[in-house]
């Protein structure tokens, strides 16, 4: 189902019970993900969050479903790097600043399971390569074909045509920002689609997770944000949790995501606070940041929720008990 379509179908909003979609949510259970995808990711979660489950297996459960999809920047399905090899990564962390992550990790469909072995069955945080291939060999991950899926295959033919060595996230709205829309998705693929996480049970708990293929066309060792606590993930149970999308070597830079909470722990909003590490990159390189694409998205203890992006295109997806749909984030510029 297109972006489009998704959008116009979101109708069971916030708007139909009377308040306008911006407001801002204070519910529990609340699960929040990245992208219209993140729709389909969110029911996933919601079987368990609805059920008095933990935020910790809702996330799992929404990362093992778009592990499983073809889509295009997550899981074995997803876009190769430059030689052609699907490398994964994926993070969780929990209401009590448990971690795990893997990156670089190879022919193991769920990674994000993988990061949660990480984080309950050793004393670490982050393993890589063909060592996090180990860990989930001997944790009985089944060892998958490396084969590109179609999709996969079609656009690495593409990329392979110029081979262009353009390490950017594509920007929606492509005519609008032409000059900045990376040559080798005229086809109209995208090669964003990282799925962000975050939730919150009804034990009061909060918790997230990330999984992605990471940027299309990648070098091979080349590791985003995603599986980088902090960056592509942050939790605090006293105070919310932030994850983002985009192009990681920004967010790594800000370590954004502890920034965003830690804005929250100011006292901004959600959205003020992922505005302001938004700004933080613009701010630092505005010419650049006309070239890229970073988009926030962050809930608080209250459950609300508010989200922010570098340019337009940046959407999430909001599940409650009374919304169930797709909303745009605002943008810097
Ligand atoms: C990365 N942040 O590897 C990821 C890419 C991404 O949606 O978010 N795509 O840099």
Known sequence: ?????????????????????????????????????????????????????????????????????????????????RDGIVTLDACVMDHLSNCGAVAGIERIKHPISVARKVMEKTPHVLMVGAGAQQFALENGFPLESGELSDDAKKAYANWLKTSKYEPVINIE????????????FEDGTLNHDTMGMLALDTHNNICGGVTTSGMAFKMHGRVGDSPVIGAGLFVDN????????????????????????????????????????????????????????????????????????????FVYSIRTNNQNEIIKSKFLI
Request: hydrophobic share 35%; charged share 20%.
């Open 173 to 184: 709205n492509k005519k609008e920002n032409g000059p900045f829309a990376p040559s080798f």
């Open 1 to 81: 189902m297109d972006r489009k379509h998704f959008l116009k179908i979101s109708s069971v909003g916030l708007g139909s019970i009377g308040l306008p979609s911006f407001s801002p949510s204070a519910q529990k259970p609340i699960m929040v993900s990245t992208w219209d995808s993140g729709m389909k990711v969110n029911d996933a979660g919601w079987k368990i969050l609805s059920a008095n489950g933990t935020a910790l297996d809702a996330i799992e459960a929404g990362g093992n479903f778009i592990e499983n999809q073809n889509d295009c920047c997550v899981g074995l399905k997803g876009y190769p790097d």
């Open 238 to 313: 006293e105070v919310g949790a932030a994850t983002s999308s985009g192009l990681g070597e920004e967010v790594i830079r800000i370590c954004g995501t502890h920034l965003v909470v830690e804005f929250m722990r100011q006292g901004y909003r959600p959205e003020m606070a992922c505005k302001k590490a938004v700004q933080r990159i613009v701010n630092r390189d505005r010419k650049k940041a006309k070239t890229l694409q970073v988009g926030f998205l962050a809930i608080n203890k209250k459950g609300q929720v508010g989200a922010y992006a570098v340019q337009t295109g």
